[in-house]
C-alpha cells in the first residue's frame, strides 16, 4: 500500500512549500471561478470572462512598467475593463461580443505596447511568457491573504444579488416586471468575473483562468438543472481538476523527457475538457428525468 | 520605409489587410466574434508545435486553425457555441503550453508570434500567403449570397434550402484559412482587432453587403498600412497600433450610426403625417439590414 501511494504521490509532494502554495491558492481560485462562472455561462459572457482575463495581462504588463504590485494592475485593469464593457453596451445579446472584441483588442494592444517596454527598458525577457501562461509553483505565499479578500468580493457579490442575478439571467423579461433593476445587476455580475477572472489570470495564468471560469461551471450545469447544486459541481470539479493537475505536473519531472516537468496548465486544461466531455452522457439522463412543466435552466 | 526588404512587408500586409476586410464583414454578420478571435489564438499551439517538430510555421498554425475550426464546430453542436468556444480555444492553448516548454525557443520570438513582427516577413512568404489569400476569398466569392442569407436570415436559408449547419462549417474553415496566413504578421492575438473593427465600421456607413464589404476592405487597408508606416518610425509593436486603430475605427462607426439614427428619426417624425405607416416600415427594414 505504501508503495502504491509512492507510486501515485511522488515523496516530498505535501512537504514542498511551492506545492502548498499552488494547492491553496489554485484551490481558492478554482472554487471562486467555478461559482462565478456558472453566471458567466448562464448569462452567454464566456467571451466577456475570456476577454477580461486577457485585458487583465494588460493591468499586469502595466504594473511590471510602473513597479505597483502586479495584483493591483490585474484586478483594476479588469474591473475597469468590465466598466467599459458594461458602458459601451455588452448588456445587450446582439453586439454584445463585437463590443467585448473591441475592448479586448484595444487591451491587447496596450500589452503588447507595455511588453515591449517592459522587455526593451528593463531585461525581464521572460516576463511575456509569465503573464500569459502564468506559473502555478512560483507564487509567493505573501499574495495569499490578498486572493483571499478578492476571493470575498467576487463571492459576496454573487451572493448578495443571488436571487436577483439568477431571475435576471434566465428572465430578464420577467425580472425586469419583478422591479429588478437587470442593468444594474448584470454590471455588478460583470464586476465579479472581472475580480475572478483577473484574480485567477494573476495567480495560474490566462489560459487557466478562462478554463476555470467555462469548463467546470459548464459541465455543472450540464449535470443538473439546479442552480445552486450545479454550481456546487463546478466548484468540485474545478477543484479536482486544478488539485489533480498540480499533482499530475508535479509528478511529471520524473517523465520523460528527463528531469523536465510538464505544464500545470495543460494537465488543468486537459482535465476539464474531459470532465465537460464525460458529462454529457449523464446530463442526458437527468435532464430527462426532470419533470416536464418544471422551469429548468438550460444545460450547458 | 519602401526600401528594399520592407516591400515583401507591404505586399504580405495588403493581402492580409483585404481577406480580414472580407471575412471580417462574414464575422460582424454572424456575431462570430469569439470565434474569429479564438481560432488565431488557439492557432498559436500550431506555431509552438511546429517549431519544436521543425517544420514550416505556416503549415503548422494552418493544421491547428483548420483543427480548432472544426473543433468548436463539433463542440457546439452538441452544447453552447460560446462555451465551445472558450473550451476548444484553451484546449490548444494548453497544448500550446506544452509544446512550448519542450522547445528551447527564445521568448521573443513568442512574442512576436504572439504580437506580430511586421519586419520578419520575407519575401519566400509571399507565395504562400497569396495562395491561402486566394483560397480564402474565392470560398467567400463562390458561397457569396448563401453565407449572406444563412447570416442574417437563418430561417429564410433554411426554407431555401441552405443547410445552416454547413454554412457554419464553411465559414469556420474560411476563418481559420484567414488566420493562418495573417498570423505571423500581425500576430495571434491582435487579428480579430482586423476581423472586427474595419467591418463594423463599414456596416454602420451602409447597410447594402457588397458596398459595405469594400468599405470594410478600404478600411482595414488603411488601418494595416497606417499601423505599418506608425511601427517603423516609432518601432513600437505593429500589434498595438493595429489594436487602437480598430478601437477608434469602432468608435467612429458607432458615432456615425447614432448621428445617422438622430437625423433619420428627426426626418421620420417631420416626415410621419406624409409617410405613415408604411415610411416607418421601411425605415425599420432598413435598420434590421435586410435589403440583401
Same mark, same amino acid.
Given at each position: ?49 475570456? %476577454?477580461?482575463?486577457? /485585458?487583465? #495581462?494588460?493591468?499586469?504588463? *502595466?504594473?511590471? @512598467? !510602473?513597479? $505597483? ?106 425580472? %425586469?416586471?419583478?422591479? /429588478?433593476? #437587470?442593468?444594474?445587476?448584470? *454590471?455588478?455580475? @460583470? !464586476?465579479? $468575473? ?107 | ?292
Amino acid at each position: 500500500m505504501p508503495d502504491l501511494l509512492r507510486l501515485i504521490v511522488e515523496p516530498g509532494f505535501f512537504f514542498s512549500e511551492p506545492v502548498q502554495v499552488a494547492l491553496i491558492a489554485g484551490g481558492i481560485v478554482a472554487v471562486v471561478s467555478g461559482i462565478v462562472g456558472s453566471f458567466a455561462v448562464l448569462r452567454g459572457q464566456s467571451y466577456a470572462g475570456h %476577454a477580461l482575463a486577457d /485585458i487583465s #495581462v494588460t493591468g499586469g504588463s *502595466a504594473s511590471y @512598467l !510602473v513597479g $505597483i504590485s502586479p495584483l493591483w494592475g490585474f484586478v483594476g485593469v479588469g474591473v475597469l475593463a468590465a466598466g467599459v464593457m458594461d458602458m459601451i453596451g455588452v448588456q445587450r445579446p446582439r453586439g454584445r461580443d463585437l463590443a467585448t472584441g473591441i475592448v479586448r483588442g484595444t487591451g491587447l494592444g496596450l500589452a503588447a505596447l507595455f511588453l515591449y517596454w517592459d522587455t526593451t527598458h528593463t531585461s525581464t525577457t521572460g516576463a511575456t511568457i509569465t503573464i500569459l501562461f502564468g506559473s502555478m509553483f512560483t507564487i509567493s505565499s505573501s499574495i495569499l491573504p490578498v486572493i483571499g479578500v478578492f476571493s470575498v468580493v467576487a463571492l459576496g457579490i454573487v451572493a448578495v444579488l443571488y436571487r436577483p442575478l439568477l431571475l435576471s439571467s434566465v428572465a430578464a423579461d420577467l425580472a %425586469a416586471v419583478r422591479g /429588478i433593476r #437587470v442593468r444594474l445587476v448584470g *454590471a455588478m455580475c @460583470l !464586476v465579479a $468575473i472581472a475580480v475572478a477572472v483577473s484574480l485567477s489570470a494573476m495567480t495560474i495564468g490566462a489560459i487557466l483562468s478562462t478554463a476555470l471560469l467555462v469548463g467546470p461551471a459548464a459541465t455543472g450545469l450540464r449535470l443538473t438543472s439546479r442552480p445552486g447544486l450545479a454550481m456546487t459541481w463546478a466548484a468540485v470539479i474545478g477543484l479536482a481538476a486544478t488539485w489533480l493537475g498540480v499533482l499530475l505536473a508535479y509528478d511529471s519531472f520524473y517523465w520523460p523527457p528527463e528531469q523536465h516537468g510538464w505544464p500545470v496548465s495543460f494537465f488543468v486544461v486537459t482535465l476539464i475538457f474531459l470532465f465537460y466531455l464525460l458529462a454529457s452522457p449523464v446530463g442526458r439522463r437527468t435532464a430527462r428525468r426532470v419533470p416536464a412543466g418544471r422551469p429548468g435552466l438550460a444545460g450547458g | 520605409m519602401f526600401s528594399g526588404f520592407m516591400v515583401s512587408t507591404w505586399t504580405v500586409a495588403s493581402i492580409v489587410a483585404v481577406v480580414a476586410g472580407v471575412v471580417g464583414f462574414f464575422v460582424v454578420l454572424r456575431g462570430a466574434a469569439f470565434v474569429a478571435d479564438a481560432v488565431p489564438q488557439g492557432a498559436f499551439a500550431g506555431a509552438a508545435g511546429a517549431s519544436l517538430l521543425g517544420i514550416n510555421t505556416l503549415i503548422g498554425v494552418g493544421v491547428a486553425a483548420l483543427l480548432g475550426a472544426l473543433g468548436i464546430g463539433w463542440l457546439s453542436r452538441r452544447g453552447r457555441r460560446d462555451v465551445a468556444t472558450a473550451l476548444a480555444l484553451v484546449v490548444m492553448l494548453g497544448l500550446g503550453a506544452l509544446f512550448l516548454s519542450f522547445s528551447v525557443q527564445y521568448a521573443p520570438e513568442i512574442y512576436s508570434l504572439l504580437f506580430g513582427e511586421v519586419l520578419g516577413v520575407s519575401a519566400t512568404e509571399i507565395a504562400p500567403v497569396a495562395i491561402l489569400a486566394a483560397l480564402c476569398t474565392g470560398a467567400i466569392l463562390l458561397f457569396y449570397r448563401p453565407l449572406l442569407i444563412s447570416s442574417l436570415m437563418p430561417e429564410l436559408a433554411e426554407a431555401r434550402g441552405v443547410r445552416a449547419q454547413r454554412m457554419e462549417l464553411l465559414f469556420l474553415i474560411v476563418v481559420a484559412l484567414a488566420t493562418s496566413l495573417t498570423l505571423p504578421v500581425v500576430g495571434a492575438l491582435l487579428i480579430f482587432s482586423l476581423m472586427i473593427g474595419p467591418p463594423a465600421a463599414a456596416r454602420s456607413v451602409t447597410d447594402r453587403p457588397l458596398p459595405a464589404m469594400l468599405a470594410s476592405v478600404l478600411i482595414a487597408l488603411a488601418v494595416v498600412w497606417v499601423s505599418i508606416a506608425a511601427a517603423y518610425e516609432t518601432n513600437w509593436p505593429v500589434g498595438f497600433f493595429v489594436g487602437a486603430l480598430g478601437a477608434v475605427c469602432y468608435a467612429a462607426g458607432r458615432g456615425w450610426a447614432a448621428i445617422r439614427r438622430h437625423r433619420g428619426g428627426a426626418a421620420w417624425r417631420h416626415g410621419r403625417g406624409a409617410r405613415g405607416p408604411s415610411g416607418a416600415q421601411e425605415h425599420g427594414l432598413q435598420a434590421a439590414n435586410v435589403r440583401v
